[in-house]
């Protein structure tokens, strides 16, 4: 289990993996297989934008 931080809120995942993208809209973050099932991906929550995550753009907390 880890938490993750992110701007303007925190999730508690039972899964050890960085996430792999952030919702541009409200900044939760989401794993690439919260997805599996979508032709196109969008935040569950707002259904925002999501950007991946990599080492240059990192979350933003
Ligand atoms: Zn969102």
């Given at each position: 289990m880890q938490v993750i931080k992110y701007k303007g809120g925190m999730t508690m995942v039972d899964r050890s993996d960085a996430p792999d993208y952030q919702c541009k809209n409200c900044f939760k973050v989401w794993w690439?297989?919260?997805?599996?099932?979508?032709?196109f991906i969008a935040?569950?929550?707002?259904h925002g934008q999501l950007r991946n995550i990599t080492n240059d753009d990192p979350i933003e907390i």
């Amino acid at each position: 289990m880890q938490v993750i931080k992110y701007k303007g809120g925190m999730t508690m995942v039972d899964r050890s993996d960085a996430p792999d993208y952030q919702c541009k809209n409200c900044f939760k973050v989401w794993w690439r297989d919260d997805f599996e099932q979508s032709l196109f991906i969008a935040c569950q929550n707002c259904h925002g934008q999501l950007r991946n995550i990599t080492n240059d753009d990192p979350i933003e907390i």
